[in-house]
């Protein structure tokens, strides 16, 4: 009964704030209309930012046959305009009204190319651009399309008649207004950054006075502070928000130098802190763990990032208010999650993955967590979040956290996990290693669970050791009938089979391999799906251990290096 009337006055808060904060943004708002934010048009752009993301000729070649691959799906309009038709895919309507394909078009390098971003542009403008509302004018959408817009207007305006040229202006600056008069009333999340890191762009691209120059600037100060944590991660707790804030980042940092602009004063510390926490979540082989939101992102975007780091050292050991654990020794990297859920929207991304871990031994992952779905998919993206699609235990056949499934409040955590203790089990010169405890069942299962890991210092074994217990820190008796399942999901390029003595052998394609063992459990093999792919969701294989808590509160394995990588 506790458990219900705990979770009861929290859907009550989560909902009375949620209608509170839709109440004040829509009287902060105000009457939307394209009449209220018309002004004068600029008679210039300034300058272009640079675009650092991966472009593709052949894809502008596509797009000019009329073929558009976004999203997951593949739209011909038959030369039709592509913003009439409808398309019931959002994560492709949001791409093609962002016009982040803009960078394929430069990428082309050609006269035609440029006159099809052109006309593209203008369709927009005819199509979309009178009426300041639906997806085009959502403000992750917005802000998307206004960087693209600024970096891309060489190509855009190349060859452009007078009346073009205004167009465009026109439509810029009018965006450009809506956009600040939304950003204020937005909740504190990465499309709030994104937008004050699209205006401070249009504070720059555009003619602007000194005042506007150093008043957008300060609001992006502000997002920097509240946004980005003292060890350089984001507030979502999501690593993958790192590589999209500073995508944007960078570029806007160089435009103020170019300019002889002051960069905003958190800046430059903010970006080195982001730098420093995406070394942390990187494994081994340079991907990027799967965490909290995280998905599959190319090495090409990845290290089209990383190259700016101008930061040096190790990755630290802890991230102590992201709440993460890092052990590292040699080329091997373990990574894992000991963190509660952050309130809120801030939560529409977190997974049910608390005291899970990834493992990486040089050019190879080989335990992972199974990722979010790279394009955005209901039912895919609801799986990644259950505790199940994590390398931690499941009890009872259910997840650590609780998600809503309300329209009204969206994906947010509603309950679950509230406190996570950890303890450092480091030793001086034989391992490193952390305990840690998570209280996410306590309230519907009346349970802990805590799992201790240890790597050794010579980064060749990892041992492990997952306790259930009760609320008071005591082993659960033996009439505790509940179901236990810890799994390990293992990276979809290794191999996986059992020998006759019941260990697990996971070898990389270079050779490389390690063995799985447990103590008193035979450990099982069984079909996986891998989330987190650029290619999409694909086949993988996972070891489980079962077990009843109240025959078997304890349970030891091992992951241990066998073999080196050839050559």
Not at 121 to 128: A, L, T
Not at 145 to 168: K, N
Not at 245 to 261: R, V
Not at 362 to 390: E, Q
Request: aromatic share 8%; charged share 20%.
């Amino acid at each position: 009964m506790a458990f219900s009337i705990l979770d009861s006055q929290r859907s009550v808060q989560l909902y009375g704030t949620e209608i509170w904060r839709r109440f004040a943004r829509r009287m902060a708002l105000g009457r939307i209309s394209a009449l209220r934010f018309a002004g004068g048009t600029p008679d210039r752009l300034v300058v272009a930012p640079i675009d650092l993301r991966i472009a593709d000729p052949h894809i502008a070649e596509e797009i000019y046959s009329g073929r558009f691959a976004m999203g997951g799906s593949m739209i011909d309009t038959g030369g039709g305009s592509p913003f009439q038709i409808e398309v019931a895919n959002q994560s492709f309507n949001r791409s093609l009204h962002g016009f982040g394909w803009l960078r394929h078009m430069r990428a082309a390098d050609h006269d035609l190319a440029f006159a099809n971003a052109r006309a593209l542009v203008d369709d927009w403008i005819v199509v979309e651009g009178r009426e300041l509302g639906g997806l085009a004018y959502e403000p992750d959408v917005l802000a998307t399309r206004l960087i693209a817009w600024f970096s891309h207007s060489p190509i855009v305006l190349r060859g452009a008649d007078h009346g073009f040229y205004r167009r465009f202006l026109k439509s810029i600056a009018l965006q450009t207004r809506y956009l600040k008069h939304v950003a204020g009333p937005m909740p504190a999340d990465a499309t709030r950054f994104k937008a004050r890191v699209a205006l401070a762009m249009a504070s720059l691209c555009l003619p602007s006075s000194a005042g506007q120059v150093r008043a957008a600037s300060r609001h992006l100060d502000g997002e920097i502070d509240a946004q980005i944590l003292p060890d350089g991660g984001h507030v979502s707790r999501n690593p993958m928000v790192l590589i999209e804030l500073l995508t944007n980042l960078l570029p806007l940092k160089q435009t103020y130098i170019n300019l002889g602009q002051k960069p905003p004063h958190n800046l430059a510390a903010g970006m080195d802190r982001m730098f420093s926490a995406l070394r942390f979540f990187r494994h081994s082989s340079g991907e990027l763990v799967l965490f909290n939101g995280s998905s599959a992102v190319s090495a090409d975007r990845l290290l089209g990032v990383l190259r700016y780091d101008e930061t040096s050292g190790a990755a630290f050991r802890e991230m102590p208010h992201s709440h993460y654990q890092r052990l590292s020794s040699g080329n091997t990297v373990v990574v894992a999650d000991t963190g509660t859920p952050p309130r809120g929207g801030l939560s529409s991304q977190s997974h049910a993955g608390c005291l899970s871990f990834e493992l990486s031994s040089g050019a190879n992952c080989f335990i992972v967590n199974a990722g979010a779905p790279v394009v955005a998919h209901t039912s895919y993206a609801d799986f990644a979040r259950m505790t199940a699609a994590h390398s931690t235990v499941t009890l009872g056949d259910r997840s650590s956290l609780r998600f809503s499934h309300s329209a009204f409040l969206g994906p947010i955590v509603t309950g679950g996990v509230r406190r996570v203790s950890v303890e450092s089990l480091d030793e001086d010169g034989k391992h490193q290693g952390f305990s840690a405890t998570h209280d996410g069942y306590t309230g519907s299962l009346k349970l802990l669970h805590r799992r201790k890991i240890r790597l050794l210092t010579s980064g060749h074994e990892l041992q492990g050791r997952d306790e259930i217990l009760r609320p008071d820190e005591s082993a659960p008796g033996p009439d505790n009938k509940t179901s236990a399942v810890a799994r390990f999901h293992i990276h979809p390029t290794i191999s996986v089979s059992m020998d006759e003595d019941s260990v697990v052998h996971l070898t990389a394609g270079d050779g490389e391999t390690w063995a799985f063992v447990a103590r008193d459990l035979i450990p099982k093999i069984e079909e996986d799906v891998h989330f987190a792919d650029l290619a999409g969701a694909r086949t993988s294989k996972q070891i489980t251990l079962e077990f009843v808590v109240g025959q078997q509160s304890q349970i030891d394995w091992k992951l241990i290096r066998t073999n080196l990588p050839r050559g």
